[in-house]
C-alpha cells in the first residue's frame, strides 16, 4: 500500500489531520506607483466594454486608441487604472524636484486611487471637484468655475472628463483662468490615432448612438491627436507631450502602461 493511501485512510479514521498545502503566490515583475506596491497584478479591461463596442458596432478601430492598456488596465491592489499610474510617474518626478514647494492642486472627476495617492504627501494640497459625483470637495461646473477665483490652482488634473462636455473649450478656458501662471495641468482625453480631426456631432444624443460613433453611451466627441492639442493652444495653453522617451521602456512595462501612451502637460 502506497504512502499517499495510508495517509489518506489515517485522515479518514480520524487517527490524522488532513494538511492543506499553500500554493505559493506567483511573484509577478510588477510596480504599482499609485499604491506603491511591487508583485502587483494588473487587470484586463472589463469584458463589458468589448461587449457594447461589439454589440453597437462601433465605427472607429479601439486599437488605434493613444493611451490604454487592455490587458493590464487596472491594478489588482488599488484599483488605479493604467492612465492614473502614468500620472504618478510623472508626479513622482515633479514632486522629487520641487524641494517640498506647496502646490495646491484641482482634482476634476477624482479617481480615489490617484487622490489617495496625493494627499499621502505632505506639500500637496488637494481640492476635488466635480458636478454628479458624491463626496467631493466642491460640486463644479467645469464649464463654470465661478467659485474660484483667478489663478487658484498651481496644478489641475483634468482626466477623461472633456470628452463628456458639450462646450470642451469654454471648459478649456475655465481651465485656463483658475491656473496660476507658472502653475501646469494634465490634460486628458481619449485619443483615436486613426482620426485627422476631431469627430463630433451635436444630433447624436441616444445611447446606442453614442456607443457607435464614440466609443461610450456618455460620450460627445471622439478626439484627434491633432484636434485636441489645437484646441487647447487656442484658449492659450502650450502643450507638452511624455511619452515612452520621457519615462523609459522598464519604467512603463513595470508599471503596466502601453507603449503607445503619452501624457498631456499644459502650461501657460
Not at 495510508?6 to 510588477?30: D, I, Q
Request: net charge positive.
Amino acid at each position: 500500500m502506497s504512502y499517499r493511501i495510508k495517509g489518506a485512510l489515517k485522515v479518514l479514521s480520524g487517527k490524522a489531520k488532513a494538511v492543506t498545502v499553500k500554493k505559493k503566490a506567483v511573484e509577478t515583475p510588477y510596480y504599482c506607483p499609485v499604491c506603491k506596491n511591487a508583485n502587483v497584478h494588473f487587470q484586463p479591461l472589463p469584458f463589458y466594454y468589448f461587449k457594447n463596442l461589439d454589440k453597437h458596432e462601433f465605427i472607429h478601430s479601439i486599437f488605434q486608441t493613444e493611451t490604454i492598456n487592455f490587458e493590464s488596465y487596472s491594478c489588482s491592489h488599488c484599483g488605479a487604472a493604467d492612465r492614473e499610474r502614468l500620472y504618478a510617474l510623472y508626479f513622482d518626478n515633479v514632486i522629487a524636484n520641487a524641494k517640498n514647494k506647496k502646490l495646491k492642486i484641482l482634482d476634476i472627476a477624482p479617481a480615489p486611487a490617484l487622490t489617495k495617492y496625493l494627499r499621502s504627501f505632505d506639500n500637496l494640497f488637494v481640492r476635488t471637484a466635480d458636478l454628479f459625483m458624491q463626496g467631493v470637495d466642491d460640486i463644479v461646473d467645469i464649464t463654470n468655475m465661478s467659485n474660484y477665483h483667478d489663478e487658484s490652482f498651481d496644478v489641475f488634473i483634468c482626466s477623461h472628463v472633456l470628452e463628456h462636455i458639450e462646450k470642451d473649450i469654454t471648459a478649456m478656458k475655465e481651465l485656463y483662468r483658475v491656473l496660476s501662471k507658472d502653475g501646469w495641468g494634465i490634460a486628458m482625453v481619449p485619443i483615436n490615432l486613426g482620426l485627422k480631426e476631431i469627430y463630433e456631432d451635436a444630433t447624436i444624443t441616444d445611447k446606442a448612438s453614442r456607443w457607435k460613433h464614440f466609443g461610450q453611451d456618455d460620450h460627445v466627441r471622439m478626439y484627434s491627436k491633432s484636434g485636441f492639442v489645437s484646441r487647447l493652444q487656442s484658449v492659450g495653453f502650450v502643450v507638452k507631450q511624455f511619452d515612452i522617451s520621457y519615462f523609459g521602456i522598464n519604467t512603463f512595462e513595470r508599471s503596466g502602461i502601453h507603449p503607445r501612451s503619452v501624457l498631456y502637460i499644459v502650461n501657460k
